[in-house]
């Protein structure tokens, strides 16, 4: 069975720094990329950042550039997003999602055929 599983999100102070994970099973990710989504209330899901496990490319919007790193545990079988400095716009619920990327476009995510059930991250005092 094709699952993501997100943990690791809560409540962060604005500066502060949260690890959220999408541990995959199911399926070998060798040929797909994971993608990290994320939806605030009232707004669109909007991209944040994606790994290609076929060649190592990574991606990141650029509102979280410099902040956010994406990356693989040793196992390669959970995808980490890595987030500092955050600020209150970056309260969400944060999705993964796999997909095979050739030839489309990291942040759309109507591309991403699998999804996870989301994890709260929320960044306030």
């Known amino acids: 069975q094709l699952q993501l599983v997100e943990s690791g999100g809560g409540l962060v102070q604005p500066g502060g720094s949260l690890r959220i994970y999408c541990a995959i099973s199911?399926?070998?990710?060798?040929?797909?990329?994971i993608g990290w989504f994320r939806q605030a209330p009232w707004k669109e899901r909007e991209g944040v950042s994606c790994l290609s496990y076929s060649d190592g490319r990574t991606f990141y919007r650029d509102s979280v550039k410099g902040r956010f790193t994406i990356a693989t545990d040793n196992d390669k079988n959970t995808v980490y997003l890595q987030m500092n400095s955050l600020t209150p716009e970056d309260t969400a619920v944060y999705y993964c999602?796999?997909?095979?990327?050739?030839?489309?476009?990291?942040?759309?995510?109507?591309?991403?055929?699998?999804w996870g059930q989301g994890a709260q991250v929320t960044v306030s005092s």
């Open positions: 199911g399926f070998t990710p060798d040929q797909y990329a």
């Open positions: 999602a796999a997909g095979n990327m050739f030839g489309k476009q990291w942040y759309r995510a109507g591309d991403y055929p699998i």
